[in-house]
C-alpha cells in the first residue's frame, strides 16, 4: 500500500471509529504494524544503488514525528547521500584503522550503506537520548516497510564526533551549537537477509 493510502485509512479509522468496517481495518493495519516490527533485522550489507530522496524524506517524516518529551524535539538529523564524504570519511577512518581495509568487502564505514542518517541530540535537553532513540526506531521501522534495511551505528557517530582528522567532516554536519552525534542510521536496499537473534523473552515481564 502506498504512504498516501496508509495516511488515508488513519484518519478514516480515526473518524469512524464505532463502525465494524473500521474496525477490521484497524485490526488488519495493527497486523501489518506488529509483522514489520517483528521482522526489522540490523541490515550490514547492501545493493551497490543509493535511495531517493523523496523516499529518504518520508523516512526524515517518520523520524521528526516520534515522541519527544514536552516536545522540544532536541535532535539535529542530517542526511548524507554524497560518496564524496562517505568515501572521505571513510579513508580518514581507515588511517587511524588501518586493519580494517583488509577485510576485502569492506567498501566503507557505514557497514557499505550508500546513504547514512546522522543524529545528533542536544546534552542540555535531560530527556535528548531517549528523544533521538525514539526518532531512530521510527526511522528504521519505516524504512523496513518500504523495503529498505537500516542499521544503527554508534562508533561510527563516536568516530567523528571524537577523532581531531574527522574534524571537518562534523563540521560539514553543521549541526547546531553546543549538539553531538549520538548516532548514525545506514540506509539502503538490503543485500542479505539475517536470521532473527534470540531474545532473553525474561527481561520483560509483568508484576502482580
Do not use: H
Request: proline share 6%.
Amino acid at each position: 500500500m502506498c504512504i498516501a493510502g496508509i495516511m488515508t485509512g488513519c484518519s478514516q479509522s480515526a473518524s469512524n471509529q464505532s463502525s465494524p468496517e473500521s474496525t477490521a481495518t484497524a485490526v488488519d493495519t495493527g497486523k501489518v504494524v506488529v509483522e514489520n516490527i517483528m521482522a526489522r533485522r540490523s541490515v550490514r550489507q547492501y545493493k551497490d544503488y543509493p535511495v531517493g530522496r523523496d523516499t529518504m524524506q518520508i523516512l526524515l517524516d517518520c523520524g521528526i514525528n516520534a515522541p519527544n518529551g514536552m516536545n522540544k524535539q532536541p535532535w539535529a538529523v542530517r542526511v548524507i547521500d554524497d560518496p564524496e564524504y562517505i568515501n572521505g570519511v571513510t579513508e580518514v577512518f581507515k588511517s587511524v584503522n588501518p586493519k580494517i581495509a583488509e577485510d576485502p568487502g569492506f567498501k566503507n564505514m557505514f557497514r557499505n550503506a550508500p546513504t547514512v542518517i546522522f543524529v545528533a541530540n542536544d546534552p542540555a535537553a535531560s530527556s535528548s537520548q531517549i528523544d533521538c532513540g525514539l526518532l531512530g526506531g521510527n526511522i528504521m521501522l519505516a524504512a523496513r516497510a518500504m523495503g529498505l534495511g537500516t542499521c544503527c551505528l554508534g562508533s561510527s557517530a563516536a568516530f567523528i564526533q571524537n577523532e581531531p582528522k574527522a574534524a571537518e567532516y562534523l563540521k560539514k554536519l553543521d549541526l547546531p551549537e553546543g549538539y553531538e552525534l549520538l548516532f548514525c542510521i545506514a540506509v539502503g536496499y538490503p543485500d542479505e537477509s539475517p536470521a532473527a537473534k534470540e531474545r532473553d523473552a525474561s527481561k520483560a515481564r509483568f508484576i502482580d
